[in-house]
């Protein structure tokens, strides 16, 4: 490593096509979405005598809680030369992507990252564990059937409604900006995408799959949208999947295809054909606790006035704040009250997401808090649990 001063700055195309090289280098591996989404991010780069050494970008795209957008940075494709690792120019990366996007309204910023306990110790938690699942092909056709559902292969103006109807009902999804589609295309150029509906009726379902390979088996299908509105639909799409036997011996769900519900658990006769694999998960930090209080959704009917502790950045001392929701809004503000409750930035950003299902949960966490008080504080984010379906 140089003794030279490090730089950061915008990189310009130039610098982008040398990062794009190293980013090959430190990865292993070639990394499309460098080029493939550079056009719509905030480009940073570390450079020293000469040298881009570290680099990354970030995506403003608005991630959905409780129903509402709220604006986040999304960091996607960081890397560090591995010869100047060690040093924490990652952290000052981190530093520098971010900084222009909470100059532009970033009140969040998530990402996914193999290294889950550096991302933790510069502020950012991992709201809810994450899987991929492959299930035999013979055992979706055996076990569902599609209740006469109509399926049309292609994309439609209903198809991409529903899909933000639906993203609406969890924490974390992206609320999809037009480029996405594009994306997704040249990410996957074999994928292709149905719409499910009964007969005369708007679409109720939608999928993308395209057809991979199989560690032992060949070939496989793997999906990488899967968006019911009900059971009757998801039951019709994965009865499609079923009929792909012939050809297919497995269907894979990639890791951000299923939402955490139990979609397979309820249906499958034989469920120890299902293997699941855990995947670093996407993680969560919150830039502007008090912007992030007031722009997310709240449960309408809910009335809640609680005092709460919320360590500081640096660990050294705690906020007093008073949290407030009524009327489906919600307000976070200086207090003199001593708080019920004490969170750290990442448990805060758990809790923000509905991460916590149970105050046994939270407490096993490590949350501090006074029994009755942790169960309404939990009630305001319980409505709806964190999936984020888009990998960047």
């Known amino acids: 490593m140089s003794d030279s001063a490090v730089v950061f700055v915008e990189a310009d195309d130039e610098l982008w096509l040398r990062y794009s090289a190293l980013a090959r280098r430190a990865y292993g591996q070639r990394v499309e979405d460098v080029m493939h989404l550079g056009a719509h991010a905030d480009r940073r780069v570390a450079v020293r005598a000469g040298q881009v050494v570290a680099g990354g970008m970030g995506l403003l795209v608005p991630q959905l809680f409780g129903g509402r957008p709220v604006p986040s940075a999304s960091m996607a494709c ?125 679409p109720t379902g939608v999928l993308s799959a395209a057809a991979g390979r199989h560690p032992t088996e060949g070939r496989q299908l793997i999906v990488y949208d899967f968006w019911a509105a009900d059971q009757a639909a998801a039951s019709a799409m994965f009865a499609f999947l079923g009929r792909h036997g012939s050809r297919l011996a497995a269907v894979a769900f990639q890791r951000t295809a299923l939402p955490p519900a139990p979609l397979l658990l309820h249906h499958l006769h034989r469920f120890g054909s ?76 758990v809790w923000y997401a509905g991460g916590y299902r149970s105050t046994a949960a939270a407490r096993l966490a490590g949350v501090d808090a006074d029994p009755r008080a942790l169960a309404q504080l939990l009630t305001a984010t319980a409505d709806r649990e964190p999936w984020l379906p888009d990998h960047f």
Request: hydrophobic residues 35%; contains cysteine.
């Open 78 to 202: 960081g890397c560090v030369a591995p010869e100047e690792r060690g040093a924490r120019l990652g952290a000052s990366m981190i530093a520098e992507r971010l900084r222009p996007l909470r100059e532009q309204g970033a009140v969040l910023a998530t990402l996914w990252t193999t290294s889950t306990g550096y991302g933790r110790h510069l502020g950012w938690e991992a709201p809810t564990p994450v899987y991929s699942w492959t299930v035999p092909t013979e055992e979706l056709h055996r076990n569902f059937s599609d209740s006469g559902f109509e399926i049309t292969c292609g994309t439609t103006a209903q198809t991409f409604r529903l899909q933000d109807d639906l993203a609406a009902r969890w924490n974390g999804p992206w609320k999809r900006p037009d480029w996405w589609q594009g994306w997704q295309q040249r990410q996957h150029p074999e994928m292709a995408t149905y719409r499910f509906n009964q007969p005369g009726q708007e």
């Open 274 to 349: 299902l293997v699941a694999r855990s995947w670093h998960p996407w993680m969560l930090r919150i830039l502007d606790v008090r912007q992030a209080i007031q722009l997310r959704g709240w449960p309408d009917e809910m009335d809640l006035t609680l005092p709460i502790e919320i360590v500081t950045e640096d660990g050294e001392a705690t906020e007093r704040l008073m949290l407030r929701v009524s009327h489906g809004k919600g307000e976070l503000a200086p207090t003199t009250h001593e708080g019920k409750i004490t969170l750290t930035r990442g448990q805060f950003a």
